[in-house]
């Protein structure tokens, strides 16, 4: 009881600060994976910075997401998108009396692969091997993959140089390993070898997936073709 009171009494301290120092914030809480930021589920002021303690001595640094935010934290949970001043964040962790864990976004992307494949509720659920990759970074016949998931903002950048083996096809192109970081999503989890394409058109198979409650974190190769 003590707890829930406390937090309450720091909820409504953010939100004070928010009013002096935050800007117009829409929050989004996803119901669907073809429409999450639909309909927004509230607005509020907020403001966000990598300093827990609010300092605001500097921005937040290329390729370093991970930002706190200030704002009422009533009615906030994890897997929450957030838009402020044309940029897009996604709440990874709240807890009590501490300022909630934001991941800044530079991507929205969305997510093809074979139907019901991904699915955590067993809605429609296919073998994850279907569409396995054929080795040079196509990840199968893509024309029988379907959008299973769109319009979610994302964290996408380089993560290595590139893999150490080669597929011995002359002129192919060891492409760098990308690391994405997604929220929690309704009922579904990405899973290997599906295709994600980004607002910029570029399109990525999945090679690795690392679920928590923090979100899902994802390595990616470019498809070369």
């Known amino acids: 009881m003590y707890q829930a009171l406390v937090q309450q009494k720091v909820a409504r301290g953010y939100a004070k600060a928010a009013l002096r120092l935050g800007a117009t914030t829409a929050q989004y809480r996803p119901a669907s994976l073809t429409a999450p930021m639909e309909t927004a589920h509230a607005t509020f002021l907020a403001a966000f910075n990598d300093d827990k303690a609010f300092g605001f001595a500097r921005p937040a640094l290329w390729g370093k997401p991970a930002v706190f935010g200030l704002f009422d934290t009533t009615d906030v949970q994890s897997g929450d998108l957030l838009t402020c001043a044309d940029e897009n964040y996604f709440v990874a962790r709240i807890e009590p009396f501490r300022p909630p864990l934001c991941m800044l976004c530079n991507r929205v992307v969305s997510i093809a692969g074979q139907p019901g494949q991904g699915s955590t509720n067993g809605d429609g659920a296919a073998c994850t091997d279907v569409g396995a990759s054929d080795g040079y970074g196509t990840a199968g016949d893509t024309s029988a993959q379907t959008t299973l998931a769109s319009g979610w903002p994302a964290f996408i950048q380089i993560k290595g140089k590139g893999s150490p083996t080669g597929d011995g096809i002359p002129g192919s192109i060891k492409a760098a390993d990308y690391e994405m970081l ?26 690795a997936v690392e679920p928590s409650q923090y979100g899902n974190r994802c390595l990616m190769s470019v498809r070369q073709v």
Request: no cysteine.
């Open 182 to 207: 997604l929220p929690v999503m309704p009922g579904f989890i990405p899973t290997v070898e599906m295709a994600v394409t980004t607002d910029l058109g570029t399109t990525y198979t999945v090679t």
